[in-house]
Every structure is written in structure tokens, then in C-alpha cells.
């Protein structure tokens, strides 16, 4: 059974900082990876998508790599900036094309 | 497109009572999913239709769960009797295939007393 582990639960930095999320998975047979952001009280956005075939995808700031050998992901925030505050989830897609969330890294960024 | 569409956002009953959530994906997506958000438990996949089909609903927690989508523009979760551990946020969210972006609605937060 696939699992997905984000450390840390949490984290605070000041504006203006580079920062990474990682995410860590069991079970390397993935179609793809995912890392979405939750604001609190509404639903998950989804920032970017790398497919297995893919090592990285770019979208602005973010910039999101993928080691499926070592079932990990990295979320990089260049530049961070307070509206960058919000939870982080990566899900993993596996062969029954469902998608297995972590419990996401709450991110607050301090002015 | 005004996106994945829930209602109602909020949903306050009592311990028994029947309750359905509704929700209308994006147009020509094809898939939906049903999702239940807990602080314990997270992001936990109830149930997903490919063209209106059920696919797997092996999240659904008991039978007191069922879920319908009598066309491509319309799905319901039921739950009959609710009861107080039922409480949680359900999402809803549609793509057009599996392996693209997933789109969310903005969530059912429903309490059962």
C-alpha cells in the first residue's frame, strides 16, 4: 500500500527566503506526482503535475523535482512572499489511477 | 468555467438524518472523485466515476455511503443514518484524465450532532 510522508508538518520562515518541502513515498511504481496548495477553508489548488518520465516542472517561483528510485519530491519556493502561506500536499498517482495524498507541511511566511 | 461547483458549503444536522451533497464538475471532464478530509485521517479517496460509471468505491466506509452520477454534469454523495464521526470536509473534484491536473471544489464542511 502506497504511503506518502511530508516533513516537516509545519514551517515558518521570513518573506524573502528560498525554501523546500519534501515529500517521500513508499512505493516507487507511480504514474505521477502532484503538489497542491490548501488555503484554510477552501479546496485544494493544484500547482504542479510531473508526470514519472519527468524529472522536474517549473511553474514561477515553484519548482518541483522528482527521484522516483528514492520515491521523493522536492517543492522549491524561490523568493517567498507572505501570500505564499498556506498547506502544501503532494499526492502520488499509482497503477489504480487513484491519488494518495500526504498530510501536507503548513508553511507560514513571516512579514 | 467556474470550476468544480459543491453544495452547500455547509451542512449542520443531527445524528440519524439523511444527507446529501451535491456536486457539478467541470464540463467535459470525465472523471470525478469524492474525497473526506480529517485532521486525523487527512485526504481520504471514498469514490470515483469515470463517464458517469463507479470505478472503485473501495473508500466508501460502510454502506451507510452511497454515491450516484445520474449524468456528466451531476454527482451526489449520500449518507443515511449520519452519524456524529461522519463529520468532516467532503470534497469533490474532476479531471479529464487521471494522469492530469486534479481540480477541487471547495468543500461540503459537514457536522453531524
Known amino acids: 500500500k502506497q504511503e506518502v510522508t511530508q516533513i516537516p508538518a509545519a514551517l515558518s520562515v521570513p518573506e524573502g527566503e528560498n525554501l523546500v518541502l519534501n515529500c517521500s513515498f513508499t512505493d516507487s511504481a507511480i504514474y505521477n506526482l502532484q503538489w497542491f496548495r490548501q488555503d484554510p477553508g477552501k479546496g485544494l489548488t493544484s500547482l504542479l503535475l510531473i508526470q514519472s518520465s519527468q524529472r522536474e516542472q517549473t511553474s514561477g517561483r515553484l519548482n518541483a523535482s522528482l527521484d522516483k528510485s528514492s520515491g521523493r519530491s522536492t517543492l522549491y519556493i524561490a523568493a517567498s512572499q507572505p501570500g505564499d502561506s498556506a498547506t502544501y500536499l503532494c499526492?502520488?498517482?499509482?497503477?489504480?489511477?487513484?491519488?494518495?495524498f500526504g498530510q501536507g507541511t503548513r508553511l507560514t511566511i513571516n512579514p | 468555467d467556474a470550476g468544480v461547483i459543491q453544495s452547500p458549503r455547509h451542512e449542520v444536522t443531527e445524528m440519524g438524518q439523511e444527507v446529501t451533497l451535491r456536486c457539478k464538475p467541470i464540463?467535459?471532464?470525465?472523471?470525478l472523485f469524492w474525497y473526506r478530509q480529517t485532521m486525523m485521517r487527512g485526504l481520504e479517496l471514498l469514490i470515483y466515476?469515470?463517464?458517469?460509471?463507479?470505478?472503485?468505491d473501495s473508500g466508501m466506509p460502510e454502506d451507510r455511503f452511497s454515491a450516484k452520477m445520474p449524468n456528466a454534469s451531476f454527482s451526489t454523495l449520500k449518507i443515511q443514518p449520519s452519524e456524529p464521526r461522519d463529520s468532516a470536509v467532503y470534497f469533490c473534484?474532476?479531471?479529464?484524465?487521471?494522469?492530469?491536473?486534479?481540480?477541487f471544489g471547495s468543500g461540503t464542511q459537514l457536522s453531524v450532532l
Open positions: 499526492a502520488v498517482m499509482g497503477g489504480a489511477q487513484k491519488l494518495v
Open positions: 466515476f469515470n463517464n458517469n460509471v463507479p470505478i472503485d
Open positions: 473534484a474532476s479531471s479529464s484524465r487521471p494522469d492530469e491536473k486534479l481540480f
Open positions: 464540463s467535459g471532464h470525465d472523471y
